[in-house]
Every structure is written in C-alpha cells, then in structure tokens.
C-alpha cells in the first residue's frame, strides 16, 4: 500500500531565494556567528516592522534572556507573565531566579486580561512586591492590546516585555508585533511563519537596549585589540548561514502571511458548524501562525488529534497554561479558568505556508470525517 504523505503542523516554506542566498553566504566563507548577512538581516527586519533598532540572535529564547538580563531580572525578583504560552516566554527569567506569577488570558483576544493585570499590579504595589517585568505574550499570532497594557504597566512603573515569538507579520493598529513596552522578541524556528532555521530576534525603539543586547550575544567583548570583558555575556549571536536563510524568506513573507490567512479563512468557512475559530481582535490582525479552533466538547480533542494522526495528519492541542504546569506548581495565577478552557477545547490544524489547496481538502475530509464518527 502507497504511504500517505505526512502534513505537518506548521513546517517550513522554502524557495529558490533561500537556497541562492546560502550559497551567497557560502561564497563568501562567512561561515560564522555575526557576519555581513546578520546585519542585512537586522537592517532589512527593523524597515519591515518599522522597529528601528534589531538584534538578531540564536533563538527567541535566547532574545527572551537578553531582555531579562537587559532589566537586571535576577535571584527574588518577580515576574508578571501571559499564563497561555510557551514556557520559553518565562523560561530564561527562572534561570535567572526570579519567581513567576500568571496571568489569565481575556476570551475575546485569547492574550492577556488587561484588567486581571491591572488587578495583579493592584495586588503587588499594595504588598510593595511589585514585579521587575511584565512579559506579555502575543499569542499565536494576535497582538495583545498594547495601549492598555503599556497605560497599566506605566501607572505601576513596571517595564514591559512583549514575547511576540509567534506574531511576525500581526498588527497591532498601526504597530508591528512587538513594537511595545522597552522591547519586543520574535522567533524563527523552523516552525514559525518564516525561520533562519533557528533563530530570533530582540527588538526595541531605544538604540542602547539593542547594542547591549547585541554585545552580550557576542560574550560581551569589549572593543580591544586582546579578549577583554568587563562584564560576562553569552554565545547568542546568530549565525551568517541562518541569517542567509532569514533574507531568502523575508522576499516571500508577505505571500506567506497571505497564505496563512487564506488557510484559516478555509477552514474557518469549511469546518463552521463543527468548531468555533480563535477570535481577531477588533484593534489589530492576526498573523493566523496557527489556525486554531475550539471544539464544544473538550473530550473530543485528543480523540480528533490521535485520529488524525493515524490519518498522518498533525495537529496539536492548544498550550498548556503555565500554571497547570508540573514545574510551576504552586506559583501564583489571577484567572485561570480561560487559559484551562482553551487548553481543554482547543485544536492546531496544519498551518504551513506551504500545504496545498488538496491537502488542506484532505485535512478538512479527515476532521469532518473523524466528528462524525466519534
Ligand atoms: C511564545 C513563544 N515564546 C518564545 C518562543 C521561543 O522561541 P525559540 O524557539 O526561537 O527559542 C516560542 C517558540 O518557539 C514561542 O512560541
């Protein structure tokens, strides 16, 4: 019997511009961390978000550990943080000590409740523990509401992190994804909606945030002749290749954000009726990284997810709320209750820039097919 061809969840969407900017990079024996293309690679991300200064790096994790190093996040200090993520949006603060606590996500945006961060910040200022930051994440592709959140951590004096990991190419009003609070990251693994293969990026509008960030990615080196270091970086520079990679797909990243969208207006039109889609914010557009749904009844999620993957067919379950987490147990969570509904009832469908109209008719056939029978 033929194999059936496996579709992935969201995996990456390579053209012949990646492949001649690799070899371009090849040519020039830039074979290294930094070089002439990570710079390109910069100046050509901050014209595209019209974020004025970049700092391009290993990994969004890696972005996310500079901005915390940036605030001095370190041994009892607290962090504020979205509770529907990924754990790297809190990851390198808790290597650095600090102590989380979660916030809940809004319904009507899926991103974090600006009034249970208000009312956190309330909670904190009254118990004088209020945080060193407040990361918050634009989740799957939607930008949280900047201005109330920017207008709260003010009133607080507390900086702001967005973790934008997911939402390159997603507007907030006229801002970019990220363009918020003293820095924004992004993410380009190999799942994202373009990648450097590993990769990410830490970006803000204050010059000096990223030339620190930038000498830190380089084991803070000072500008000697000899190895001189008056404080101790980290090995986070991305790499000439990788950066290669990021200038090829950036020539087709408006046809790629294009195209998520058409996959999500698709599904969303074919699968109404059967599941409910993640809802755009009435201030900005999502991305569609991921097109997600939530399904009536939570107990047909994994059931759906394990059917089709017998059909070789990925699809994913929504995060898990960090507060639900083993390793956060314990930790401090206002709301909680949206982020384990979403959790519960929420679906990934293959979302790749580059599944074909007959796939997605086959993931569409395999989901309608599979709700029916359960
Ligand atoms: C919300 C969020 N933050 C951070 C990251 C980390 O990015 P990276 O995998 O590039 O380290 C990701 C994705 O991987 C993410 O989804």
């Known amino acids: 019997m033929k194999k059936r061809e496996t579709i992935f969840l969201s995996p990456p969407c390579m053209h012949a511009s990646e492949r001649r900017m ?9 074979i290294t961390a930094g070089g002439p293309m990570v710079a390109r690679f910069e100046r050509e991300m901050e014209a595209r978000t019209g974020i004025p200064h970049a700092a391009a790096v290993s990994a969004g994790t890696a972005a996310l550990s500079l901005a915390y190093r940036e605030l001095g996040v370190g041994r009892g200090d607290i962090v504020f943080c979205s509770d529907l993520t990924f754990i790297a949006s809190i990851g390198p603060a808790i290597h650095a000590g600090a102590k989380p606590v979660f916030i809940d996500s809004n319904p009507a945006t899926w991103c974090i409740d600006p009034a249970l961060l208000e009312e956190a910040l309330f909670d904190a200022q009254k118990r004088g523990k209020i945080p060193k930051c407040v990361t918050v994440v634009d989740l799957y592709g939607q930008c949280c ?9 003010a009133r607080y004096g ?12 997603a507007t907030y009003k006229t801002r970019s994804a990220g363009d918020a609070g003293f820095a924004g990251v992004l993410s380009f693994n190999g799942n994202k909606i373009m ?33 001189e270091h008056v404080e101790i970086g980290h090995n986070y520079r991305l790499g000439n290749v990788n950066a290669a990679i990021g200038l090829g797909q950036l020539a087709h990243f408006d046809a790629m954000l294009e195209k998520k969208r058409r996959i999500f207006a698709r599904y969303d039109r074919e699968l109404a009726g059967l599941m409910q889609e993640m809802p755009e914010a009435s201030y900005g557009r999502c991305s569609r990284w991921l097109s997600v749904f939530l399904l009536d009844d939570g107990g047909r999620v994994m059931p759906l997810i394990d059917s089709l993957a017998k059909e070789a067919i990925e699809a994913r379950p929504v995060w898990k709320p960090m507060h639900l ?36 008719s086959r993931v ?11």
């Open 158 to 169: 507390v900086p702001l992190l967005v973790d934008a990991a997911e939402a390159f190419g």
């Open 364 to 374: 569409i056939r395999s989901v309608k097919r599979i709700l029916h029978e359960q």
């Open 145 to 153: 509401d900047y201005d109330a959140i920017e207008a709260i951590c």
């Open 22 to 30: 690799v070899k371009e990079a090849f040519d020039s024996n830039y």
């Open 325 to 360: 987490q083993p390793c956060f147990k314990g930790c401090k969570c206002y709301g909680g209750a949206v982020s384990e509904r979403l959790f519960a009832h929420g679906v990934c469908l293959p979302s790749g820039a580059g599944l074909t109209a007959p796939q997605q």
């Open 195 to 227: 990648t450097t293969s590993g990769g990410g990026m830490l970006l803000s509008r204050d010059a000096a945030v990223i030339e620190r960030a930038r000498k830190r990615s380089q084991q803070s080196r000072e500008e000697k002749p000899w190895y």
